[in-house]
């Protein structure tokens, strides 16, 4: 790859950064930029202020750390190929707040081109399938842009996970540090986008699972944004919980730290924290509860245009977990709560006590509805009543997985699809899907309507069999449970929330 440097007149700053090609097409790539301090483990993030960065030249020819995490291996739950190569990344807790951004090599001058912000997923605890991995790089978006003609600019970023974006709650650390580091790189590319050639009042922010999550609180609590695409999550999959949820495990871990280095969690190395990490299998995390987030459900989500859809089989990350549960052990999480409400729930997901694999899909199949399609419909229902001028457009992943079908359209596998890193030659029409949904988030993203719109009654199918199209509510109807979700909404939160939450209790998984 060729050296490439950018002068960035804001900053009087040059960033030496890379160039390649994919399609023919040349790509600037910065990578590694640090937009933020960590002044001491479980602290709020601190700006990396413009004074700091005057007169200087940036080495932004390599990807930057990650946040220390349990170590996990992506191939199981995307069924990649063993053979493939994915690149490895180094941690540091205190070097991980560093974002990425990708360019066109050639654009009209003055041109400012809106920019895509993408936020990765790993239930809040590990990264899933980064840029620098190579799996979810924003090169061939963006060289898919420029061919189209309509170029967009990509970043990336890299945030505080697990325990250490959990914080601690002592002191004067601060809690949902995960939350903070991200608002702040969003903040950094408001201020600094156009620098590279970024409209900063043109952005569009996306993620999937975790980072759809993430996404959705910053609607709540954040400036409105333009644009907002959330891909197999919103906080209805991990609400921000109470703070004594969280007590028990950081006990056990600040234990561990004073047995293993006579020293706090607070104050441990990093070697004997991630050490604690993996010991207690720290591999899923989640949101706090806190002022911004009170009431998150009511609160109106600040954008102007929303794309919002699931896969098929999301529950994939559940399956080994509830494969361990016998239809009785399933059917008794079900009535134990609310026998009447339990009892039409489970008929209505064909759990039956002598019919164990009947039992064991219709469970994956109620924590699939109650975690994503549900709130999907509960968001379009709150954005459509609270804000009539948002442009909502909705869609379905039903492609299934390229190289193993019978795993279906399982949790991720849209990430496969989207950033068309990996080569489908021997799946032609996975492939071409690939194409059309980075057509269509690069229509969107550049304030073109992707699809028609739901309040038309529309919503757009990727797959399966490589054919996307528009299917009306009777087609949406024999794709998802919609029956189903009536019931659910009759039942109430407080009914279906209990039930999936007992019968999904430490049996997520990545190793599916």
Known sequence: MATRSLHHPQLNATFNGVQTESAGIKINKFKGIKYAHIPARFEKPQPVSAEELNGKTINATQYGPKCPQVDIDVRYLLRIPEDYHINEEPEDEFECLNLDVTVPAETAAGQKLPVFIWIYGGSQAVTFCSAASGICDTTKIVSDSVGAGKPIIAVTLNYRLNLFGFGDGKGTGEINLSLKDQALAIDWVRKHISGFGGDPEN?????????????????????PVRRAILMSGSLYLTSPMPHSLGKGVLQVCEARAQELEGKSLRDCSQKIFKQILTENNISRCWMQEEDIL??????????????????????????????????????????ESNIE????????????????????????????????????????????????ITKIYRYLVDEANPWQPSARAHHAVDLIFLFGTMDLSHNPTAEDLGKDMRRRWINFVNGDSPWAELSTGVRFAFGPYGECKEIDERQYAARRRVHAFRLLKDAGVGVYGSIVNNLIAGKISLLN
């Open 203 to 223: 952005i569009t922010l996306c993620g999937e699972s975790a980072g759809a999550v993430y996404v959705h609180a910053h609607l709540i609590t954040g400036p």
């Open 294 to 335: 009170v009431n998150w459900e009511t609160k109106t989500e600040q954008v102007e245009e929303l794309v919002i859809g699931d896969t098929e089989f999301e529950s994939a990350i559940w399956r080994r977990g509830i494969e361990t549960l016998s239809p009785s052990q399933v059917i008794t999480t079900f009535t």
């Open 341 to 388: 409400w339990g009892e039409k729930l489970r008929k209505a997901y064909h759990i039956v006590p002598d019919r164990p694999t009947a039992s064991t899909l219709g469970a994956l199949d109620f924590v699939h509805d109650v975690k994503y399609s549900l709130p999907i419909e509960l968001i379009c229902e709150k954005v459509m009543t609270a804000n009539k």
